[in-house]
């Protein structure tokens, strides 16, 4: 059938795939330049400065910090979204997604209003306890929570509608309570879409750089001092800084996509 | 209550420990939203919900002891069998299945469940299903169990054994339970009593005899099979039999059950109540005897329904038996008889 239908349209199918093809040439190019230009010594020499580690180190502790706090506080948002409908969930749907709209460094000012050193948290934060929240780990969360929590909320709000209400309303039935269901019943059916949007949330944060470079320009993010050598030394060191941390990534995103669905395939089918 | 553009009105209905209550209707009837209702997902704006003696209007449905089971199962997909059923268990920290319910093994030997345990539900057959969700709900010992059309999505050859397995099932365990569908054989052979839902509404309630033989109205009688409708008039009323006159000239004699003289009725004949005869008996004790052409023969599985004209349109049902012995073909001249007692006569609004 499907032989039949391409052979009537082969015309069309050959310029379509002319276009395709250049799209994906113009996104494998760069990355394969990118690679093939580096030489072994160049990317030794990168990793061993100590800055440059740090910073790489910095940005996946820092995405990891915001991936749970992002868990934390837009896994029960989902839920709601998902079980409950008035007449603002509309609103404030689109509330979630405004962060994908707003320019990076756009984020990074409008932050620094209520975290900066005269925000209407970080002031009165700082005055009381010393901590800031500009030029610490704790900027670089808040910046790169504000532009990738749209993701866990909208997968997991995805998951959590996907689980038929039967199994949560049987489930009462046999005693549990709604906070047991919750946990016992709705977490772990919709747990692979939760995943999948924490991940998304991690590879946000991890590639985030205007709002980071405004809140937090110190300590250094890996893109950020990408951009730093960059700017000092040109295309040779920052080029090979960007393979070092594209390569870190990717294995990490690799590693961690074995570890959350090569764990759940072997626990039951999904639904 | 209203759910959306839905509303449940005006349903009171009691039901006593052991008894099977089957709630008989359409889809959209508002059976399913009874159902929950009663499980306490929905609260009704006014009305009671009693459980053994306890109201339960206002209570979380995990507080009403209350097992239920849908149509698809709703087996938990991400734990096995063994799981599933020990959920509740769990829940209500009485330990698991091994700790001490020697009745619970034996129910689990015999719905042939043992050998299930580590299976996940994806890889059960449906009447595997059943018995996983049925051991699953009695596990906690509820006191009512509640059955929203069950069998509705099997075919007919696996919902007959599986229908016979619940009414085994359930007269052992000896639990309360309402049964809702829209399919007259589960009704019967389930139900010690019944009720007929449309539209929100109870229209009739009683013994499944009660309802099946002596419809409320011209719906219900509709609903329930009984497919001869005829419109009459009360002719005379005398020794207990009404004399009807029907369409075409054609007399009928039904036993008398308060209609009101020269009262129009509706007078319901079930087609099994319809015996056919190549020639008028010359004595017999059946009153009504219809001369009538055969229009048409349908076969029905083991029987075959046909279809009379008899000055009115009339439907028997005969065995296969009967229809080749007697050769009841179309075209054919027979008479059709009704016993008195087997007509059951409606008021006509």
């Known amino acids: 059938m499907r032989a039949r239908t391409f052979g009537q349209s082969r015309g069309l199918v050959f310029v379509f795939s002319l276009f395709g093809g250049l799209l994906l040439v113009f996104i494998l190019l760069p990355l394969f330049q990118m690679y093939a230009r580096q030489t072994p010594a160049a990317l030794i020499r990168i990793a061993a400065v100590k800055d440059v580690r740090s910073a790489i180190w910095l940005s996946l502790e820092a995405a990891g910090l915001t991936a749970l706090i992002a868990g934390m506080l837009g896994v029960p948002l989902a839920y709601l979204l998902a079980h409950t409908s008035f007449a603002a969930k509309g609103l404030i749907e689109a509330v979630v997604d405004l962060p994908l709209t707003i320019p990076h460094t756009v984020v990074g000012i409008a932050l620094l209003f209520v975290f900066g050193r005269t925000g209407i948290i970080g002031a009165p934060v700082n005055a009381l306890t010393g901590f800031q929240f500009w030029g610490t780990l704790g900027g670089i969360v808040i910046a790169m929570l504000f532009v990738s929590v749209p993701y866990t909320v909208n997968a997991a709000r995805v998951g959590f509608e996907a689980v038929d209400v039967r199994f949560e309303k049987v489930a009462r039935t046999l005693g549990a309570g709604p906070w047991t269901v919750f946990l016992k019943v709705t977490l772990p059916l919709a747990s692979r879409s939760i995943v999948t949007g924490l991940m998304l949330t991690y590879a946000r944060s991890i590639s985030e750089f205007g709002a980071v470079i405004v809140l937090s320009y110190y300590p250094m993010t890996a893109p950020v001092k990408i951009y730093d050598l960059f700017l000092q030394f040109g295309l040779g060191d920052s080029s090979a800084m960007a393979v070092l941390f594209l390569t870190v990534a990717l294995a990490l995103f690799i590693l961690l996509r074995y570890l959350a669905y090569g764990g759940m395939v072997s626990r039951g089918p999904r639904q | ?349």
């Open chain 2, 1 to 349: 209550m209203r759910l959306g553009a839905f509303a449940l009105k005006d349903v009171s209905f009691t039901l006593d420990q052991g008894q099977v209550f089957v709630i008989l209707g359409p889809s959209g009837a508002g059976k399913s939203v009874l159902l929950e209702t009663i499980a306490g997902f929905y609260w009704p704006d006014n009305g009671r919900i009693r459980i053994a003696g306890a109201d339960a209007t206002r209570s979380a449905p995990e507080a009403r002891r209350i097992g239920f089971m849908f149509q698809d199962y709703a087996l938990f997909p991400h734990l096995t069998v063994a799981e599933n059923i020990d959920f509740g268990l769990t829940i209500r920290r009485r330990g698991s299945r091994e700790g001490g319910h020697p009745e619970m093994e034996d129910l689990l030997g015999r719905l042939g469940l043992r050998k299930l345990m580590e299976r996940k539900p994806a890889t059960l057959s449906g009447g595997e299903k059943q018995r996983v969700a049925l051991a699953r709900a009695l596990v906690t010992e509820p006191r009512l169990f509640l059955f929203d059309e069950p069998l509705s999505a099997l075919d007919a050859h696996t919902r007959g054994a599986l229908c016979e397995e619940l009414k085994a099932v359930l007269g052992a365990s000896g639990i309360a339970a309402i049964y809702v569908t829209h399919n007259q054989t589960e009704a019967l052979i389930l139900a010690d009593r019944m009720a007929v839902l449309r539209d929100g509404e109870l229209l009739q309630t009683g013994t499944t005899s009660e309802v099946f033989n002596s419809p409320r109205d011209e719906w219900v009688a509709g609903f329930v099979g009984v497919e001869n409708v005829i419109e009459g008039r009360v002719l005379s009323i005398h020794e207990g039999i009404a004399d009807i006159e029907l369409p075409a000239g054609r007399k009928l004699e039904a036993v008398d059950n308060g209609a009101a003289p020269s009262s129009r009725v509706l007078a319901c004949i079930r087609p099994e109540d319809v015996a056919l005869e190549r020639m008028p008996p010359a004595e017999s004790s059946v009153r009504n005897h219809f001369p009538g052409t055969i229009l048409s023969a349908e076969a029905l599985g083991p029987v075959l329904r046909i279809r009379l004209d008899c000055g009115f349109p009339l439907l028997a049902y005969v065995t296969r038996r009967s229809y080749l012995d007697l050769g009841l073909t179309p075209g054919t001249q027979v008479v059709a008889s009704v016993k008195a007692t087997a007509i059951h006569l409606i008021p006509r609004p």
